[in-house]
């Protein structure tokens, strides 16, 4: 019955690339466990894998790593710090870019709706 169930979340996701046709749930789903690349107010970005969003907007993501530019000269502008499991502000939060093609974009920006 699990198996059933999980195919058919599969299909309604896959069924159409039209972002506005389906409900928002279905189209975070289309989100779980992409590499996403978050901005925050203090100009650090944090990468990982997407895990889950709650209805305040917080993001939580899974197997991160923070990237925040230094200012003392260095072979290399950033610096990078593996963290694991974070959770991320909606307050904090500036940017939010997901890794899928074009046309995956284009389905997806009907998120902020």
Do not use: W
Request: a neutral charge.
């Amino acid at each position: 019955m699990e198996q059933e169930g999980a195919e058919r979340s599969t299909t309604i996701v896959a069924s159409t690339s039209e972002g506005s046709s389906l409900d928002p749930i279905a189209r975070v789903r289309k989100l779980l466990f992409r590499q996403m690349l978050v901005g925050i107010k203090d100009g650090r970005f944090f990468l990982g894998n997407f895990h889950c969003i709650d209805k305040q907007g917080n993001i939580l993501l899974q197997d991160a790593v923070e990237y925040r530019s230094i200012r003392r000269s260095s072979p290399s502008p950033t610096e990078q710090r593996c963290l694991g499991i974070i959770l991320i502000p909606a307050s904090c939060r500036t940017s939010c870019h997901v890794d899928c093609s074009i046309e995956e974009q284009l389905s997806l920006i009907q998120l902020k709706e």
